[in-house]
């Protein structure tokens, strides 16, 4: 799919719903790999808004504004994500992010040494990758593979009934024909970006 129509369908689907983070996230990426920097930090922002734990965001968002040399932002939304990363647990974003500071003489040690308190979980219960919150965890996993026992060791079933929601939208917005591989594998890109397991 040409940039421009899939920067369309992604602008299409976040001006359908300006609540859905998902079409947010993924104009914001498509603008970011297109150049557009300055819109790809408005839709980045949006995000942000309606979603702060979403980690990745920071880290290309980040990139954007390096790329219009707002180093001193960039720093800043680095070393936002760069905690909430730690405090949820994801450690690519956290990583890369503190990787990016790194390179700018920028280091956070805080995040580098201690690993954040454990929060308790019980029996049937999962500390949500998504929300960031120790829930009622899935009864089954929603795939058979390896990809659906890790959702629902790293998914509530609270978040995962809300993307089942937002993949009915994936797929009526974006017009996907589950038949064809490619569109199965930019399905999936959707749902792992919705439930922060990228």
């Given at each position: 799919?040409?940039?421009?129509?899939?920067?369309?369908?992604?602008?299409?689907?976040?001006?359908?719903?300006?609540?859905?983070?998902?079409?947010?996230?993924?104009?914001?990426?498509?603008?970011?790999?297109?150049?557009?920097?300055?819109?790809?930090?408005?839709?980045?922002?949006?995000?942000?808004?309606?979603?702060?734990?979403i980690?990745?965001?920071?880290?290309?968002?980040?990139?954007?504004?390096?790329?219009?040399?707002?180093?001193?932002?960039?720093?800043?939304?680095?070393?936002?994500?760069?905690?909430?990363?730690?405090?949820?647990?994801?450690?690519?974003p956290?990583?890369?992010?503190?990787?990016?500071?790194?390179?700018?003489?920028?280091?956070m040690?805080?995040?580098?040494?201690?690993?954040?308190?454990?929060?308790?979980?019980?029996?049937?219960?999962?500390?949500?990758?998504?929300?960031?919150?120790?829930?009622?965890?899935?009864?089954?996993?929603?795939?058979?593979?390896?990809?659906?026992?890790?959702?629902?060791?790293?998914?509530?079933?609270?978040?995962?009934?809300?993307?089942?929601?937002?993949?009915?939208?994936?797929?009526?917005?974006?017009r996907?024909?589950?038949?064809?591989?490619?569109?199965?594998?930019?399905?999936e890109?959707?749902?792992?970006?919705?439930?922060?397991?990228?």
């Amino acid at each position: 799919m040409a940039d421009s129509a899939r920067i369309e369908q992604f602008r299409k689907m976040a001006n359908d719903d300006p609540n859905n983070e998902l079409g947010h996230f993924s104009l914001g990426r498509a603008l970011l790999e297109s150049g557009d920097y300055q819109n790809s930090i408005a839709s980045f922002d949006r995000v942000i808004e309606l979603n702060k734990n979403i980690s990745k965001v920071y880290q290309l968002k980040a990139s954007a504004l390096l790329k219009l040399e707002r180093k001193d932002e960039a720093i800043e939304t680095l070393k936002a994500g760069a905690r909430i990363a730690s405090e949820r647990g994801d450690l690519m974003p956290k990583n890369e992010m503190l990787r990016m500071l790194g390179e700018m003489g920028i280091e956070m040690p805080e995040l580098q040494q201690k690993a954040s308190p454990q929060q308790q979980v019980g029996e049937g219960q999962v500390i949500c990758h998504r929300c960031g919150q120790v829930k009622a965890r899935m009864a089954h996993p929603p795939f058979s593979n390896a990809q659906g026992k890790m959702i629902q060791e790293k998914i509530c079933a609270d978040c995962w009934r809300e993307w089942i929601g937002m993949g009915t939208k994936v797929i009526n917005e974006l017009r996907l024909p589950l038949s064809d591989p490619q569109a199965q594998k930019l399905f999936e890109q959707h749902m792992l970006e919705f439930l922060n397991l990228q």
